[in-house]
């Protein structure tokens, strides 16, 4: 056995050690029943495992820290990513040998980063490195899931079939992203403006009229009052806010970022009144869809649900997973395991339920995301209009107070002036 540090990727974030193993590919796949995505793999005291692994290490090193070109380049588009995978599908199904498909993709690529990722994973793998090893030297592209479905379908030989159901994966994901875009895109139109247009009569309309009503030297009601102390404060500390509110940005931005912040942060989405739901369905959906496709991809249950609490894109979610991991090696069934976690509906387990008893698994698991999927779809279609009332009722309120409090003192003036 030799001694092998390696760094890697988990559900909990970045991970690194050491372990034993005969060979750096017996490594791997000791990390992957671990739940844990490997990064690099090399033997312990700064030898490299191999030959390809030493290879592949000096490339990356000589590469300089901060490439002003590769920086200006475009980012990789999900739609990058999603024909890279039904084409190497393609290729793969028709004969074609790796290197030469992946020369093909990078003459053909639009994208000038993917073409370099592209260059970058050929040589890689022409030093003698496994794909899924390759692909994930470059995590901002290749999420944990896609280099463990890869890593599957190299241990399985059924490469090709593995990419095919990456780019119905992928396909769903894009779907989801637009429908949300498209739902959000009238309900923050309408907050964008009415927050343009309380910022243009606190700074603009509001000490016009202050002005007027003070020169009269009658008592103001109590809405104008509000309006006036409202704009005063604007104009003398506006920018104090403004200051405020990018540092709060950053700071909650920040504190996301971090494991802990972004564990609450998860779990709070859930608990939204409108958007929740949507969420949590959403996340059901791609929890349901990204299991499904790991069974049958012939993935182990136990590796599969870390794989799966790799890409369900919610902390909380993922910790809830990984708890049934831990159950389910300890020799509990799936249901139970699900049962205790508390984040699952009944139908999933039900479905879980049957799919335990019939052997049928991974197809139940692929009609509830079809089911979530397109409960989802229908929710971001009427978002709109859950919200559309919400946004109404505020927009009343603005303008009653508005009117309160720049009419009253009209109308009060306009008495007094009758009178004399």
């Known amino acids: 056995m030799i001694a092998f540090a390696y760094t890697g990727r988990s559900a909990q974030g970045s991970v690194s050690g050491t372990l034993e193993a005969a060979t750096p590919g017996a490594a791997a796949d000791v990390l992957m029943s671990r739940g844990v995505t490997p990064l690099t793999i090399r033997q312990a005291g700064g030898k490299a495992a191999s030959t390809a692994t030493a290879a592949a290490g000096s490339a990356l090193a000589a590469k300089p820290g901060f490439d002003l070109?590769?920086?200006?380049?475009?980012?990789?588009?999900?739609?990058?990513?999603?024909?890279?995978?039904?084409?190497?599908?393609?290729?793969?199904?028709?004969?074609?040998?790796?290197?030469?498909?992946?020369?093909?993709?990078?003459?053909?690529?639009?994208?000038?980063?993917?073409?370099?990722?592209?260059?970058?994973?050929?040589?890689s793998l022409g030093s003698g490195i496994e794909l899924s090893m390759c692909l994930a030297q470059h995590p901002k592209i290749f999420d944990g899931f896609y280099v463990a479905l890869v890593r599957v379908g190299e241990m399985t030989g059924r490469l090709e079939e593995v990419f095919l159901r990456l780019f119905h994966h992928l396909e769903f994901e894009q779907f989801m992203g637009q429908q949300v875009k498209s739902a959000l895109r009238y309900p923050m139109f309408v907050i964008a403006a009415m927050f343009g247009a309380v910022t243009v009569i606190n700074v603009m309309v509001i000490p016009a009229f202050a002005n007027v009503f003070k020169s009269f030297g009658a008592e103001l009601p109590l809405a104008t009052r509000i309006l006036v102390a409202g704009s005063d404060f604007t104009l003398h500390y506006g920018w104090a806010v403004l200051v405020a509110c990018a540092l709060g940005g950053w700071a909650l931005r920040r504190w996301v970022g971090t494991p802990e912040g972004k564990l609450v942060w998860d779990r709070w989405k859930l608990r939204l009144p409108v958007a929740g739901k949507i969420v949590r369905k959403a996340t059901l959906a791609r929890f349901s869809r990204s299991f499904s496709l790991s069974l049958k991809s012939g993935v182990p249950v136990e590796q599969a649900l870390s794989v799966v609490a790799a890409t369900v894109d919610n902390s909380h979610m993922a910790q809830k997973i990984d708890g049934m991991r831990?159950?389910?090696?300890?020799?509990?069934?799936?249901?139970?395991?699900?049962?205790?976690?508390?984040?699952?509906?009944?139908?999933?387990?039900?479905?879980?339920?049957?799919?335990e008893e019939t052997g049928a698994l991974d197809e139940l698991m692929d009609e509830v995301a079809g089911l979530y999927t397109n409960d989802v779809q229908y929710d971001l279609k009427t978002l709109g209009q859950q919200i559309e009332p919400v946004l109404i009722v505020f927009l009343g309120i603005l303008v009653l107070v508005l009117a309160l409090g720049v009419f009253l003192p009209v109308w009060d003036l306009g008495r007094v002036a009758l009178k004399h």
Do not use: C
Not at 94 to 111: E, F, K, T, Y
Not at 326 to 334: A, D, L, N, P, R
């Open 69 to 123: 070109q590769a920086w200006m380049q475009p980012q990789v588009q999900p739609v990058d990513k999603l024909l890279f995978s039904r084409q190497l599908h393609t290729l793969l199904k028709s004969g074609v040998p790796i290197l030469r498909a992946l020369a093909g993709l990078q003459d053909s690529a639009v994208n000038p980063r993917m073409k370099q990722t592209l260059l970058e994973v050929r040589q």
């Open 326 to 355: 831990v159950s389910v090696e300890h020799g509990e069934s799936i249901l139970r395991a699900a049962m205790t976690s508390g984040v699952f509906t009944p139908i999933v387990l039900q479905m879980i339920a049957v799919g």
